[in-house]
């Protein structure tokens, strides 16, 4: 179905005002999250907590694990982000001086959320070039797989990148048409974009892709598959085709989408219209997510195999 009609006086209404929580109408929340009692409407922590020297060991050990699968398959942007911000020196980072650091390098910094927070504080807060990391640490029982973002997937995944100003800049914009995405009810079709660039995006480099999208950066698994494996495909990034297409939250993508450059991704998504976009978008996904059609420009078309033989559940193999 295609979106035409004429937007109500209300979702025209653009603020450039990021001071500020956006106020939203009540109707384009599905799912509203029960906020703790002691976060605050900005759904921050009032402290980073404080880490055991167990909580310090699973992060080395985690981080360990890594640093053995992603040197040669992460990109040099996050790799030169771990080093700069000596994420590796040692137990969980502090906030602080984690903050202090990238604040001086892109102007951003990292707060401590107590678990996923809605989407109009979490944009409201890139918006603003903050990063909201979760205060918490998964335990030896999650080691390989937690669903919830914790503050291994958090600082290690992500916050490297915000080193390199054109990624910084992007995560900005990005939380700026957050909102845009919430007045046109298409929430869904960014957060595609999201989740195939800033979580399971690949980069060219040395006419070969590398890894930036910290759901894959923060798993050894994927690491590999994301690469390597034959099953899924790897497809150039097109933005119209990407918020279209569906994705997986809790097993290993069949598709993943490559960007030429962060120049590229910034000139695709924030100097474009969106309006007319979102005008343009059905309310639900048009692709599956192992789709590959005509106007894709395909680097590596997959097998599914490991899908098709029933992925996480069924123990198959990620080849
Ligand atoms: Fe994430």
Not at 256 to 263: D, G, L, T
Not at 273 to 283: E, Q
């Amino acid at each position: 179905m295609t979106q035409t009609a004429e937007l109500p006086p209300e979702a025209r209404h653009e603020t450039e005002d990021f001071a500020t929580l956006p106020e939203i109408s009540r109707d384009v929340f599905t799912a509203p999250l029960k906020r703790p009692a002691h976060v605050g409407e900005d759904w921050l922590e009032p402290a980073q907590t404080r880490y055991t020297s167990q909580d310090d060991a699973i992060w080395d050990d985690l981080f360990a694990r890594q640093m053995n699968v992603l040197p040669g398959r992460a990109c040099s942007a996050m790799l030169d982000g771990l080093e700069k911000l000596d994420l590796g020196k040692g137990g969980v980072p502090d906030f602080g001086r984690l903050s202090e650091e990238l604040g001086a390098l892109t102007g951003w910094s990292v707060v401590p959320v107590p678990m996923l927070i809605p989407d109009h504080v979490f944009f409201w807060h890139l918006a603003n070039r903050r990063f909201p990391a979760g205060n918490f640490i998964r335990t030896r029982e999650t080691f390989d797989y937690i669903q919830e973002p914790d503050v291994f997937h958090d600082v290690f995944g992500h916050v490297p990148l915000l080193t390199d100003p054109t990624f910084a800049d992007y995560m900005q914009e990005y939380g700026r048409a957050g909102w845009k995405a919430m007045r046109y009810n298409r929430l869904k079709a960014l957060g595609a974009l999201y989740w195939y660039t800033v979580e399971f995006g690949l980069i060219m480099e040395n006419d070969a892709p590398r890894i930036f999208g910290a759901g894959i950066l923060s798993g050894p698994t994927e690491a590999i598959f994301a690469l390597e494996a034959q099953s899924p495909n790897r497809i150039m990034l097109n933005v119209d085709r990407v918020m279209r297409t569906d994705y997986v939250i809790d097993d290993l993508q069949p598709t993943y989408f490559v960007i030429e450059s962060f120049e590229y991704l910034y000139r695709q998504t924030v100097e474009r219209d969106f309006d007319r976009l979102y005008r343009s978008l059905g309310p639900s996904f048009t692709y599956a997510n192992s789709a590959v059609i005509d106007v894709d420009n395909v680097l590596h078309r997959g097998t599914q195999e490991y899908h098709l033989r029933g992925g996480r559940g069924s123990g198959a193999r990620p080849v």
